[in-house]
């Protein structure tokens, strides 16, 4: 008996194996549009601001040639559908970046300057594209940009869900030579996992991010540039 029971065990065992194999080796089902828009909805609720390192590839048609940056974001909510960013830039060719509602500042440390933008013309501009990924709602990508190609796929080692976003708004296009946009979102944070964006020249920007931090609280004065900068009037 011992002998004749062994094998239907074994075969069991075996099929019990081979469906469990199955399962954990199957690709994730990739969420659908709307489906990582209704999450993107309710993350933005509860967005208060994030912090994360950043690594941009900028690549020039023209030459053909990368130039590579990295350094840290941070993004703070500064009221409902508002938000607030700091980009430093480390390295021979540092810079920060600050943009916030009514206008950007671009601080030169090696020279102690800050270049001033009015914003207010181009407020929306701004926000639709530097905003994208980071406390946007899945309802403001919609408005802003069409979706496609939504696609379960890897960057950086962690699961995502990618996209291709083209611009609705033609002062975008114009403006900015915007064409499309690839953007990845993390599965588990939800924050933007990589960005590549396509000029219309054939220049691209290849953004990635890492050690995100989502939902924590930035300060007002962490995003204010030395007082004692000369600033200088742009536009």
Do not use: C
Not at 34 to 61: H, P
Request: glycine content about 6%.
């Amino acid at each position: 008996m011992n002998k004749r029971g062994a094998r239907p065990r074994a075969d069991r065992a075996g099929a019990l194996a081979g469906v469990l194999l199955a399962f954990f080796t199957q690709p994730a089902r990739a969420q659908s549009a709307d489906e990582l828009l209704a999450r993107l909805d309710r993350a933005a609720a509860s967005f208060t601001g994030a912090k994360a390192d950043i690594r941009r590839a900028i690549y020039t048609a023209a030459i053909r040639e990368t130039d590579l940056e990295s350094g840290a974001i941070l993004v703070r909510r500064s009221s409902p559908g508002q938000v607030e960013f700091r980009i430093d830039i480390t390295g021979d060719n540092a810079y920060s970046l600050v943009v916030g509602a009514k206008q950007a500042e671009y601080y030169h440390p090696m020279i102690n300057e800050v270049e001033v933008y009015d914003l207010r013309r181009y407020r929306d501009l701004a926000q639709t594209l530097m905003a994208l990924g980071f406390g946007m709602s899945g309802r403001d990508i919609q408005a802003n940009y069409a979706i496609s190609n939504v696609r379960r796929d890897t960057t950086s080692g962690q699961p995502a869900t990618a996209m291709d976003l083209a611009p609705k708004s033609q002062e975008l296009v114009d403006r900015l030579h915007l064409q499309r946009v690839e953007l990845w979102i993390s599965d588990a944070s939800l924050a933007p996992a990589q960005e590549k964006v396509y000029f219309r020249d054939g220049d691209t920007w290849t953004i990635n991010y890492s050690n995100v931090q989502m939902n924590i609280k930035i300060p007002a004065s962490a995003l204010e540039l030395p007082k004692n900068a000369r600033r200088e009037k742009r536009n």
